[in-house]
């Protein structure tokens, strides 16, 4: 057990320390925005055009993990709406962001640093293939049920407004263009390579250090009964439908996945939700329960990933 401890407890002191000097004030919360902006528009983008561009095309779409963490998270997705408006009786906005909490992971911020100590070979190839899934499917379709709650007359015209996004995003032109170096088979010169290389290395401690900053001022009191179903939903149900959709792979005539990439699904769909889950919600006036469900779930999260590394161990 201290060999996982020693995987999960840096990233955990790092957010912590993200906490501690924003909520003591050496940094405020706007300046975890700078650093955000930062990570998200340049060191990210950075270390999926690495971890892309110095692979084989045909290592980085694997069908297998693709289909198995899009049917994952579309089917945890249909879940918690399914609960939160038939069983909780709650608007289908409010089901909506309660299912966004349980089916978007943070990948980037939390789930890329703890696959780099656990699983470095395939963590940028992960990385990868969750924005894939993630950012075509899961999040486009998730804020057309949002604008389709509201009574928006055209909730097709967030799907278009979601998609132009997407296209000008730094990751997904960085993941585009990794792919095009790949299929290529060229070699960056040595200097690009290594400016390249510089970025991505500053991606893990400063997004779990802007992590930890931006839980500062988050509300929790009062929210427990509300928040915990989808912490549980995050947590324990996402990765629990990864897995049985990797076991049903090869019913399917798809290749099982490499031992590697297997752990690396499951982990990914482990981790608490997306950094941005707030921030969207905010939008439909749902930014309380989401704040609080990730702050909570980013706490919790540190027993049940390390209890379930050492459970993939």
């Given amino acids: 057990m201290l060999d996982i401890l020693a995987i999960t407890s840096p990233i955990y002191l790092i957010i912590a320390l993200g906490f501690g000097l924003t909520r003591t004030g050496l940094f405020a919360k706007a300046d975890m925005r700078v650093f955000g902006k930062f990570v998200i528009n340049l060191a990210l983008p950075a270390l999926v055009f690495k971890a892309l561009s110095q692979r084989q095309f045909g290592e980085i779409v694997n069908t297998g993990y693709l289909l198995a963490y899009l049917v994952g998270s579309l089917t945890v997705l249909g879940l918690g709406y399914f609960w939160a408006s038939r069983v909780r009786g709650l608007s289908p906005v409010t089901s909506t962001f309660y299912a966004m909490g349980m089916a978007c992971a943070n990948s980037g911020f939390v789930g890329y640093p703890i696959l780099l100590l656990s699983l470095a070979p395939v963590s940028g190839v992960a990385l990868a293939l969750n924005m ?182």
């Fill in 132 to 313: 894939l899934v993630e950012n075509l499917v899961v999040i486009p379709l998730l804020l057309v049920l949002a604008e389709r709650g509201r009574g928006s007359s055209n909730p097709l015209h967030a799907l278009a407004q979601s998609l132009a996004k997407l296209f000008k995003n730094p990751l997904f032109i960085a993941l585009l263009a990794g792919m095009v170096v790949s299929l290529s088979g060229c070699k960056l010169p040595a200097p690009v390579a290594q400016t390249i290389a510089m970025f991505s290395a500053a991606s893990g401690a400063l997004s779990l250090f802007v992590i930890g900053g931006a839980l500062v001022g988050l509300p929790l009191a009062g929210m427990g009964q509300r928040v915990w179903p989808i912490v549980l939903g995050k947590l324990l149900l996402h990765p629990l439908l990864v897995s049985l959709c990797i076991l049903a792979l090869p019913v399917l005539g798809v290749a099982p996945l490499p031992p590697e990439l297997r752990m690396a699904a499951v982990l990914m769909a482990a981790m608490p939700m997306m950094g941005i889950y707030a921030t969207l919600a905010q939008a439909y006036g749902q930014e309380d329960f989401a704040a609080a469900a990730t702050l909570l779930a980013t706490a919790v999260s540190f027993f049940s990933i390390s209890g379930l590394l050492w459970v993939l161990r």
